[in-house]
């Protein structure tokens, strides 16, 4: 770099003028490997410096490389071993450790049923029935398509309200889900109208009542596009009975009765140890 400006002042003072791109480009290209990113960075940002200016930075830049070098020179040295009294060496022929058995692994007790054949004894996956079904086509793994488990945004004055935008919220994913099947056109079924399950008979009523009365005013009209749907047919709205909404005790207290009936429908157990 002391080099270059010295040709460069020697030439100036002869009448020959050297271009600062070209010393500029010169000084770069001389440079080695570990200035890599630096000439990188230089070309970037299209930076116009003078040869005095560049050795100035050049020197911060080594600077900076040699406290790299540092860090590296640290990071390679052997790890530091915590300084003690030793628990003496091993010695051939000795004693091992006594390793503790493995505890096994809880199976189906004695009277647990199975939800496929209703015996008793084994579970639904270790089902010799249950299996055989699966392998010859009989039964269908279902799969989950689209869900959701989250806080409603706006606030709700009533369970009717609450559900009533829950179905409203639901019937635009399905539609659009059910819109773009139909665009693919490898589903027949899928014209026909999407059947919603609700237990709540208010939030039916508004869902299937085309006008609006005084206690529905405050709600967001954007909510009230299920009533769009169910005109057009693309979504049919149904009463499921507490009996048989396996979701319900995620949304209320039950009885315990019912309550137990809908976890063992959900597949959960409690778990003995």
């Known amino acids: 770099m002391l080099a270059m400006t010295g040709h460069a002042k020697k030439l100036s003072d002869l009448g020959i003028v050297i271009p600062n791109r070209l010393g500029i480009n010169r000084v770069l290209q001389s440079l080695p490997p570990s200035y890599k990113n630096f000439v990188m960075n230089y070309n970037m940002q299209n930076m116009n410096k003078e040869l005095p200016e560049l050795f100035g930075m050049l020197k911060a830049a080594e600077i900076e490389i040699k406290k790299e070098h540092q860090v590296l020179m640290v990071n390679k040295t052997t790890s530091f071993k915590k300084q003690g009294k030793s628990k003496g060496k091993f010695k051939k022929g000795g004693k091992k450790a006594a390793t503790p058995p493995m505890k096994p692994k809880n199976g189906p ?3 647990a049923e199975c939800y496929y054949c209703k015996e008793k ?3 639904k996956r270790n089902c010799s029935k249950y299996l055989a079904d699966l392998k010859s086509g ?3 793994k279902k799969k989950e398509v689209s869900w959701a488990s989250s806080k409603q945004c706006t ?3 009533s369970s009717t309200e609450s559900e009533y935008i829950a179905a409203s919220e639901a019937s635009s994913e399905a539609v659009w889900m059910k819109r773009f099947i139909v665009e693919l056109g490898v589903v027949p079924s899928a014209l026909d109208p999407l059947i919603i399950y609700c237990d709540n008979m208010g939030a039916i009523a508004n869902a299937q009542e ?3 009365h005084k206690r529905l005013k405050h709600i967001k009209l954007r909510y009230h596009s299920i009533r769009e ?3 057009d047919g693309e979504v049919k709205i149904c009463k499921v009975h507490t009996d048989l909404n396996v979701a319900d005790p995620l949304t209320k207290a039950l009885p315990r009765a019912k309550h137990d009936q809908h976890q063992n429908a959900m597949g959960v157990r ?3 140890m």
Do not use: N, Q
């Open 229 to 231: 749907y169910i005109e």
């Open 155 to 157: 606030v709700a004055k």
């Open 210 to 212: 085309p006008r609006s």
């Open 109 to 111: 007790k004695p009277d």
């Open 121 to 123: 004894g084994h579970w």
């Open 138 to 140: 009989l039964v269908k």
């Open 270 to 272: 409690y778990i003995t």
